[in-house]
């Protein structure tokens, strides 16, 4: 999940981690007339005169924009050259910053200083593109500001402290020969030991989850710095000097890492004794401010939750008909249950006795993806790239313990750059957990997980949002926006008839869109109404009819972060609506392709950002601008 990393990276970065519709501008005509003391009607020539120098001060106003804008993400990314690098900027790739309480100073300066610059510029005197890019850019500033002074993870999320992304990135993307990456590599080794120097002095009251994924990723992070890179140092043209300069600094790194994880292995020893963790619970007043930068959508999250708990109850009534639907298919000459949930939950075990084996799952996912291609293609859906390679591979040991499944693309500056899709190792499961696992992930819904997270969902998406001509609305990502196409794409696909609308298909459909719709009602009840893991769990597996294993990943999962597992169904729900508002303007007009690759042109921005641009273009059109 692409809209994992992008959070992920975001907050690493803040810690020091290597890793309303505005009107159109008035014119100025009566404005200038009134200044002179004439209140009459412009000759022709004044009227163009006077447009003519709007338009000029439009420009200047526009490039002015630009420039700062510019000028901003230049700096942003020597101050987080591991977000940088994640997004193809290798010029800063030798660098990683200290993050200490001197660099957040600097990060809290920048955030000021670039938000009272921007404060200059009138919305209401922009184009509809810059606008949005001013809107995100003032969203990104504020929640900077909002989590170093008010959130502070970086002295409590001991995972926020992982260097190993960006050196897997300089080792792995052939952005410039081996040599020369090898060399970058060593010379952002030297700064290695000082940077978990500054994450142990940082940490001051470490929530518990958080502690123990920091601990597991850290170890993780060796592998980047195991044999195989000593194998390709000692293969490569490197010097002699270079080469033992190198190992030198191998060799502090994988000191510093591991007196890191010792250090959090004793801090978790002694907290856990004295039962002193901060609350992973982050409560509802911090809740609403997170979910407002980082979802951007017009309601609260108490709202979405709300709704959240209507939506249930209207899948499981869609999942009940279907279930008397299938009963008398496979289970002929038995009554079926009063209780609808119960059911319901017999025809998905039922459904989901056909799946892989743990040695066979990853394979099963490859050969998806030429399928979902064929038919995007069929039925023309969207303009698919051919010419961007897709590498399925088994998740990377410093990224497990989080998700399932996930997307790693290639950013703006190194568009070309293989695009990851990360699949659980689940033949490393025991054999009870690897049933459960498969169940879940059954032989139908796999089908919707390679939709969400390949094509053309998350995968497709995000090379659409690399060729956008914002880069702001690339970089300054927006969760709900990403995870919301991957939620559509699933139903998309079904209503143009992907699985021949087979009924089972359908079934396990519901199944997956409860999901999303439960992790709102999850997270939210999590961290503002305080659930515990007992009732977490019933309510994943009772009522949303999910396997134990995934359940337990997902409780998991919903103590390590805050608000982003809601963006899947605020981004979807958005969408949708916005597609039927589109419908309804052009009637007949209405292309689903053309909604799709235009709606995918505004790379990564909020739902509501889109909405605005496409209805501006919209009635432009119909007003013959």
């Given at each position: ?10 907050a ?6 290597g890793?309303?519709?505005t ?7 009566g ?17 163009a ?19 700062l804008s510019n000028?901003?993400?230049?700096r942003?990314w ?6 940088a690098?994640s ?9 990683l910053q ?8 600097k990060?809290l300066?920048?955030a ?28 990104f ?12 993870p ?23 020969p ?13 700064m290695v ?64 890492i ?16 004295a ?5 992973f ?75 892989a084996t ?23 859906l ?5 010419e ?7 998740t990377?040991?410093y ?18 750059a ?5 699949v ?8 009870d ?7 879940e ?10 939709i969400?997270e390949?094509i053309?969902?998350?995968y ?5 949002a ?13 969760g709900?926006m ?6 559509y ?46 009732q977490?769990?019933?309510l994943?597996m009772?009522?949303a009819?999910?396997?134990k ?5 997902k ?11 809601t963006?899947?169904?605020?981004g979807?729900?958005?969408?949708m609506?916005?597609?039927?508002e ?8 209405f292309d689903?392709k053309?909604f799709h ?6 790379g990564?921005?909020?739902?509501p ?17």
């Open positions: 999940m692409r809209h994992l990393m992008i959070a992920l990276l975001s690493c970065a803040l810690s020091g981690c890793e309303k519709n009107q159109p501008a008035p014119t100025t005509t404005k200038h007339a009134a200044e002179s003391g004439d209140a009459s009607t412009p000759s022709s020539g004044e009227a005169s006077n447009r003519e120098a709007a338009d000029n001060k439009g420009s200047r106003t526009e490039r002015e924009f630009q420039q000028q901003m993400v230049e942003m020597r101050l987080f050259p591991s977000w690098i997004n193809g900027y290798y010029q800063v790739a030798e660098q200290a993050p200490d309480q001197n660099y957040r100073q990060v300066s920048f000021r200083d670039y938000r009272n610059q921007f404060s200059r510029f009138r919305p209401e005197a922009l184009s509809d593109n810059t606008r949005t890019d001013l809107a995100l850019i003032n969203n500033l504020d929640e900077t500001i909002w989590k170093l002074t008010v959130f502070k970086h002295e409590w999320d001991p995972a926020n402290y992982n260097v190993s992304h960006g050196f897997a990135l300089i080792l792995n993307t052939d952005y410039a081996l040599d020369d990456r090898l060399r970058t590599f060593s010379n952002r080794m030297q030991p000082s940077y978990y120097s500054a994450a142990e002095q940082s940490l001051q009251n470490p929530a518990s989850p958080q502690l123990m994924l920091g601990i597991q990723q850290n170890e993780g992070a060796l592998s980047v710095f195991g044999e195989d890179l000593e194998e390709t140092l000692a293969a490569s043209g490197l010097t002699d000097k270079e080469k033992e300069l190198f190992n030198t600094r191998l060799a502090a790194t994988r000191t510093a591991n007196e890191y994880v010792a250090h959090l292995q004793t801090l978790h020893a002694s907290m856990e004794k039962d002193s963790f901060h609350d619970r982050i409560g509802e007043k911090l809740y609403e401010e997170k979910f407002r930068y980082d979802i951007q959508i017009s309601m609260t999250g108490k709202e979405l939750y709300e709704r959240a708990l209507r939506e249930k109850d209207r899948l499981h009534l869609k999942m009940d008909e279907l279930a008397d639907k299938l009963w008398p298919k496979y289970f002929e000459g038995q009554k079926p249950p009063e209780d609808i949930l119960e059911k319901i939950s017999q025809v998905l075990e039922k459904l989901s006795e056909h799946h743990k040695e066979d799952f990853k394979a099963s996912v490859e050969e998806q993806i030429p399928e979902l291609v064929e038919f995007v293609n069929d039925k023309n969207l303009t698919l790239d051919p961007k390679p897709l590498v399925v591979r088994t990377p040991p990224m497990r313990g989080f998700s399932v499944a996930s997307i790693n693309a290639p950013g703006p500056y190194d568009k070309d293989n695009t990851y899709y990360n659980m190792p689940v033949e490393e499961l025991p054999d957990r690897a049933e459960s696992f498969l169940r992930y059954n032989t139908y819904l796999m089908q919707i997980l390679n969400h390949a053309p969902g998350h497709t998406q995000l090379i659409y690399n060729k956008s001509p914002s880069l702001i609305k690339n970089i300054l990502g927006n709900a990403i995870e919301g196409w991957a939620v794409t699933e139903r998309m696909m079904l209503e143009a008839g992907y699985g021949d609308f087979s009924p089972e298909l359908w079934m396990m459909y519901y199944k997956w869109n409860l999901r999303t719709v439960v992790n709102t009602i999850l997270d939210y009840s999590i961290q503002v109404k305080g659930i515990s893991e007992e977490a769990m019933d994943m009772k009522q009819f999910q396997q294993t995934e359940a337990m990943g409780w998991r999962r919903a103590t390590l972060s805050q608000v982003q597992l963006s899947y169904f605020a979807y729900m958005d969408i609506a916005l597609r039927e589109i419908k309804e303007k052009l009637g007949d007009q689903l053309q690759e235009k709606f995918l042109s505004y990564n921005s909020p739902v950002v889109i909405r605005e641009l496409m209805l501006a273009e919209i009635n432009n059109s119909s007003n013959g601008q």
